[in-house]
């Protein structure tokens, strides 16, 4: 079954914005992470946040774990914060961590 | 240097061709992971190597074929692919194979197979 879900989809907002983005989980998370995917490809590490809140400029993330959703918050959206943004999870394989994602939010922030 | 860098960050190659893509990283990472992303798609695991050693593939076609010369250096190489190969090569690296913090990509390598 599908383990990470997202939320919205698609966001489309003018310069200057504010938004938040959903990751729900559908069981226990030990590592939670936020990467955003630019234009270009490049999948950046955002936040490591398996619970709690954490801060990044005008970037923040809060993860409750007990209630199994993480958020990511982004205040005074500039153009350069278009792209994807993913959401993954611990998954266990074969002893191994490996990063479940969610499909990502498709942000498009426009001048 | 926290830097994962994969060469080439384009490439073309027909169906009869043989190619590789390359990945480097001087962080000490002792896992190494090489990822397919389709377009509108999140990244899929292909093969996680662990000290060098090949740990995980996770079903991958034979004409895929990872190689692992040092802790610093992950190769894919590429032979007789088809065009449904089409997509972005992403490798990672992180401490470990037990751990995702720290869990780092490189920018990708965009490959079209003709």
């Known amino acids: 079954g599908i383990q990470v879900e997202q939320s919205p989809p698609d966001l489309i907002l003018q310069e200057g914005a504010n938004s938040t983005l959903r990751c729900n989980f559908s069981d226990s998370v030990n590592n939670l992470q936020w990467f955003h995917q630019n234009p270009w490809g490049q999948l950046i590490n955002l936040f490591y946040i398996p619970s709690g809140t954490k801060q990044n400029g005008r970037l923040s993330a809060t993860t409750v774990a007990t209630e199994r959703y993480s958020l990511l918050y982004i205040s005074s959206s500039q153009t350069t914060d278009s792209g994807v943004y993913f959401c993954a999870k611990d998954g266990n394989l074969q002893g191994a961590q490996k990063l479940v994602f969610g499909q990502g939010t498709r942000l498009t922030i426009n001048p | 240097d926290t830097e994962v860098t994969q060469t080439p960050k384009h490439l073309v190659m027909g169906m009869t061709n043989k190619k590789s893509l390359k990945c480097e990283q001087h962080m000490g990472h002792r896992a190494m992971y090489w990822y397919k992303q389709k377009a509108k798609k999140p990244p899929e695991l292909m093969f996680v190597?662990?000290?060098?050693?090949?740990?995980i593939n996770e079903s991958v076609p034979s004409r895929f074929s990872p190689e692992c010369p040092n802790s610093s250096l992950l190769n894919l190489h590429l032979h007789a692919l088809q065009p449904e190969d089409s997509a972005l090569y992403l490798c990672?690296?992180?401490?470990?194979?037990?751990?995702?913090?720290?869990?780092?990509f490189g920018s990708g390598t965009r490959l079209t197979v003709v």
């Open positions: 190597y662990s000290y060098e050693k090949l740990s």
């Open positions: 990672a690296s992180s401490p470990s194979r037990a751990t995702l913090y720290g869990y780092t």
